[in-house]
Nanobody, 119 residues
Framework: QVQLVESGGGLVQAGDSLTLSCAVT????????MGWFRQAPGKEREFVAS????????LYADSLKGRFTISRDNAKNTVFLQMNNLKPEDTAVYYC????????????WGQGTQVTVSS
């Protein structure tokens, strides 16, 4: 079983940077993949980025590549999302998620952390 807790959200100005953290408790398998998703009011949940826990291989939504960076600290069981040059369109609840690499679905989800970007 895996539990995820996001933190680091808040209210920022357009152009600011912000780093989100996801603390992972329980066993994190070497074959797990970690992901960040976001959901704005009235919109579907959207993929942001993912990283292989052991391999460190990363994937990004095309629209965010180069502006957002996903990383992890294996020793601290923590996943990060570094967000640069934030825009009002980035306003959303950001969720951390996890799945075994043998599955296509993310089975484990955090409660989310709110990011609000003002103009």
């Amino acid at each position: 079983q895996v539990q995820l807790v996001e933190s680091g959200g808040g209210l920022v100005q357009a152009g600011d940077s912000l780093t989100l953290s996801c603390a992972v408790t329980g066993r994190t398998l070497s074959t797990y993949r970690m992901g960040w998703f976001r959901q704005a009011p009235g919109k579907e949940r959207e993929f942001v980025a993912s990283i292989g826990w052991s391999s460190g291989s990363t994937l990004y939504a095309d629209s965010l590549k180069g502006r957002f960076t996903i990383s992890r600290d294996n020793a601290k069981n923590t996943v990060f999302l570094q967000m640069n040059n934030l825009k009002p369109e980035d306003t959303a609840v950001y969720y951390c998620a996890a799945r075994p690499i043998t599955q296509s679905r993310y089975d484990y989800w955090g409660q989310g952390t709110q990011v609000t970007v003002s103009s």
